[in-house]
């Protein structure tokens, strides 16, 4: 079965500071895969997703993630951080054999950022 | 706006009641799904639909139930069986396959 690891629960950065948040997943095929964030009790809100082709992805806000295929990883990347990206960001794989198409989420990193 | 809307934002109940939580989509997204995140958890998968009139189990749907009667409604029916309904329940929905999920705001459902 796949799995996606997020192996820091927290990260705490100063604000202006580059932010890297790590992604590992565990998938037999080309994964589809995908960074959410969540601000407290709310939903979550897209940031970026990788299909194929460039490994290198842009998204909203100023992030992008890097696809390593060799690494099983896809990790989320900022330059520098505002006091606004403090949230819970997730990283998910999405599959598209099995029973129904449907994302795996990791745990989460919850990002605080000091001033 | 085209989005998800879920109602309530805040549900209590008494133990030992039904509740249902409400979810409804304006994107005309084939598939909708339902997660319960709880702290330190992320999300986890309660039940899916990809087609209305059709839905499958996720990985933790004892004590829960769902029905998908019209496209744009995917109600979640939380049961007494469920052993700790306490939590945070999302809605999403997207247009089908592996694609993004567009998610609603939560419910937070708290049992007394």
């Known amino acids: 079965a796949q799995s996606v690891t997020q192996p820091d629960i927290h990260i705490t950065v100063s604000e202006g500071a580059s932010l890297e948040l790590r992604c590992n997943y565990s998938?037999?095929?080309?994964?589809?895969l995908f960074w959410y964030v969540q601000s407290p009790g709310q939903g979550l809100q897209l940031l970026l997703k990788y299909f194929s082709g460039d490994t290198l992805v842009q998204g909203i806000k100023g992030f992008e993630a890097e696809f390593k295929r060799s690494q099983s990883s896809f990790n989320l990347r900022k330059p520098s951080v505002h006091w606004s990206d403090a949230a819970e960001y997730f990283c998910a794989v999405g599959m598209i054999k099995a029973a129904g198409n449907k994302l795996t989420f990791g745990g989460g990193t919850r990002v605080l950022v000091k001033p | 706006d085209g989005g998800i809307t879920q109602s309530p934002k805040y549900l209590f109940r008494k133990e030992g009641q039904n509740v249902t939580l409400s979810c409804e989509q304006n994107l005309n997204h084939d598939a909708m799904y339902w997660y319960r995140q709880d702290p330190g958890q992320g999300l986890r998968l309660i039940y899916y639909?990809?087609?209305?009139?059709?839905?499958q189990k996720g990985d933790i749907a004892e004590g829960y139930s769902v029905s998908r009667e019209k496209k744009e409604s995917f109600p979640l029916t939380v049961t007494s069986a469920q052993k700790n309904p306490t939590a945070f329940y999302l809605c999403?929905?997207?247009?089908?396959?592996?694609?993004?999920?567009?998610f609603g705001p939560g419910t937070r459902l708290t049992v007394l």
């Open positions: 639909s990809q087609i209305v009139n059709d839905f």
């Open positions: 999403a929905s997207s247009i089908g396959g592996v694609n993004e999920q567009f």
């Open positions: 998938y037999g095929a080309t994964p589809y």
